[in-house]
C-alpha cells in the first residue's frame, strides 16, 4: 500500500517536470529562434486595409469573410470598429425582397442579360417555402439517399428513374430512398400549368420535394442550398447521397458496392465524381455558363460536374453548416465547389463518373456500363434498356 502511494508520488513529480521542462522549452522558442534572433511581436495590426474587390460576388464573399470574423471587424480590426458603407449591412430587411441596391452596387448592371439580374436581385435569398414535403420518407435511415433535379415536365424522365437505378427499396441488401428536387414552372418562363398533374404524381409516389420559387438554371444553387436543409431536417441519418440530374444513368449496383467497400475514414470524408480542376468563369456571352468580369474574377476551386456526385452524410451536414459563408453563385456544381473548399475540402475524380459522355462506340455495349457509375445523357428510354442489360444474370463480361 505504502509502497505504491511511492511510486505514484515518483510519477507524478516525473511528469511535472517534464511539464515544466517543455513549457519553459515552448517560451525560450517563441521569443528566439533557432539563431538566437529575438523575434518580433506585431504590436498593431499588420494585416492590409481591405480594399472592395469590383466584381459583385468577390465583394460578397470578401464581406461575409469580414463578418464573420471577429478580430477583423473588432475595434482593433482594419477599419477600428467603423465599417465603411460596403461592409455595413445593419439595416437589412427581408433577405427575400428583391435587394434593389444591387442595381447600383453592381457595375453596367442596367447591361447584363436578364437572368443575371434575376439572380442578383434574389441572391440574399436562402429560404423558400416548401409546398411538397415527404417528411417521413427517410423513416428507415437509407443507406443511400438518392436526390434528383428535376422540373415539372420531366415526367417521363422520373418514371423511367423510378422503374430503374432510382427505384427506391431494397437493393444489394441496402435501403434506397429517391427524391425528386423541384422548384415552380412558373408562367414568366412560359410553362404550361402543370401543377394538377404534379399533385397527382406526388399522391402516387411520395417522392417529390418541391419549394415556391422560380425553377430556373441560376436558381439550381438555391436548389442545392434547399436540399440540404431538408437534409439536415429530415434525412439526417442518410449514410450516403448522390445527387445528381435527371437525365444521367446510375450505376447504382456497382454505386453500392463501391461504398461497401470503404474504409471508414475515406467513407466519412467522401465527395467523390466527375472533378474539373483549373477552370474559371466563361467569357463568352453565347455559353450557359457566362459569367461577367463585373460578377466575378478569379478561378474556380476544384468541382464535380453537376451532373451528379456522390457523398457521405457527414460532408453533407459539413456543407450545411457552411453555405452561410459562401454568397449563392450562379452556377451550382462550382458552388458545391466553394463550399467544400471554404471547408478545407477538396472532391476527388473518379473515373466512373462519365458526365461528358462515352465514346460512340460503346453506346450500345452493355459490358460499357458495368464498369461506369454514372453516364450522362442518357434519354428516359436509354435507360430502362441498360438498366434490363445489367440486371440480366446472363450478362457475362470479361
Ligand atoms: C486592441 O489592442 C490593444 C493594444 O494592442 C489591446 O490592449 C486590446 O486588448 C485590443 N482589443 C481587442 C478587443 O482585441
Ligand atoms: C453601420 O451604419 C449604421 C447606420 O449608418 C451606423 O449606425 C452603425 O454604427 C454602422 N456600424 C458599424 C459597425 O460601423
Ligand atoms: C460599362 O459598359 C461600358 C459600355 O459597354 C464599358 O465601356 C465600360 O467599360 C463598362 N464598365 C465596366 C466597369 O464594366
Ligand atoms: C444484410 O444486411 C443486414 C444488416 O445490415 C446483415 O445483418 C445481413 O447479414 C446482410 N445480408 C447479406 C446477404 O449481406
Ligand atoms: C429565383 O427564384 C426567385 C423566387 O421565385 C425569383 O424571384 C428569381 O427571379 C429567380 N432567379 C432566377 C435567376 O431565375
Ligand atoms: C437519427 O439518428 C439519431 C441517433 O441514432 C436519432 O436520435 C434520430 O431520431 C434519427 N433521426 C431520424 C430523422 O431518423
Known amino acids: 500500500m505504502h509502497g505504491s502511494r511511492r511510486k505514484l508520488k515518483v ?4 511528469i511535472m517536470t517534464a511539464f515544466v521542462f517543455i513549457i519553459v522549452e515552448i517560451s525560450r522558442s517563441t521569443s528566439q529562434n533557432k539563431n538566437g534572433h529575438k523575434i518580433r511581436i506585431p504590436t498593431k495590426p499588420f494585416w492590409a486595409k481591405l480594399t472592395p474587390n469590383d466584381a459583385f460576388w468577390n465583394r460578397q464573399q470578401q464581406k461575409l469573410d469580414h463578418l464573420n470574423n471577429p478580430i477583423l471587424n473588432g475595434p482593433n480590426g482594419s477599419f477600428g470598429g467603423v465599417l465603411p458603407d460596403w461592409l455595413n449591412d445593419t439595416v437589412v430587411q427581408d433577405l427575400c425582397e428583391p435587394d434593389y441596391k444591387v442595381m447600383t452596387q453592381v457595375k453596367n448592371f442596367s447591361l447584363l442579360p436578364d437572368r443575371f439580374k434575376d439572380f442578383l436581385l ?9 409546398v411538397v414535403d415527404q417528411p417521413q420518407i427517410c423513416r428507415d435511415q437509407p443507406f443511400l439517399l438518392l436526390a434528383i433535379k428535376s422540373l415539372a415536365s420531366h415526367f417521363d424522365r422520373r418514371q423511367a428513374i423510378r422503374e430503374s437505378w432510382g427505384r427506391a427499396g431494397v437493393l444489394a441488401n441496402k435501403t434506397i430512398v429517391t427524391v425528386f428536387l423541384l422548384g415552380k ?30 425553377d430556373s438554371f441560376f436558381n439550381l444553387t438555391a436548389k442545392e442550398v434547399l436540399f440540404l436543409e431538408w437534409f439536415s431536417t429530415r434525412c439526417p441519418n442518410a449514410s450516403y447521397i448522390f445527387k445528381g440530374d435527371d437525365d444521367v444513368f ?53 468541382y464535380a460536374g453537376g451532373g451528379g456526385y456522390l457523398y457521405s452524410g457527414v460532408v453533407a451536414h459539413k456543407l450545411f453548416g457552411i453555405i452561410n459563408r459562401v454568397p449563392l453563385y450562379p452556377i451550382d456544381d462550382v458552388y458545391t465547389g466553394m463550399c467544400l473548399r471554404k471547408l478545407g475540402l477538396a472532391p476527388e475524380k473518379h473515373k466512373g463518373f462519365r458526365t461528358f459522355g462515352i465514346e460512340e462506340k460503346y453506346r450500345n455495349n452493355p459490358c460499357a456500363y458495368k464498369s461506369l457509375m454514372l453516364v450522362h445523357p442518357r434519354s428516359p428510354q436509354d435507360i430502362i434498356k441498360i438498366w434490363a442489360w445489367l440486371k440480366d444474370p446472363a450478362l457475362n463480361c470479361q
Open 11 to 14: 510519477v507524478l513529480m516525473t
Open 122 to 130: 434574389y441572391m440574399r435569398c436562402r429560404s423558400y417555402r416548401m
Open 185 to 214: 414552372a412558373t408562367a414568366v418562363d412560359h410553362f404550361p400549368d402543370l401543377s394538377p398533374m404534379l399533385e397527382y404524381e406526388s399522391s402516387m409516389h411520395r417522392d417529390i420535394l418541391q419549394w415556391d420559387y422560380r
Open 250 to 302: 446510375v450505376n447504382t449496383l456497382l454505386i453500392i458496392n463501391f461504398l461497401k467497400g470503404l474504409s471508414p475514414a475515406k467513407s466519412q470524408g467522401l465527395f467523390v465524381g466527375d472533378v474539373i480542376t483549373n477552370a474559371g468563369p466563361h467569357r463568352d456571352k453565347k455559353v450557359k455558363y457566362y459569367i461577367p468580369e463585373n460578377i466575378f474574377v478569379g478561378r474556380y476551386p476544384p
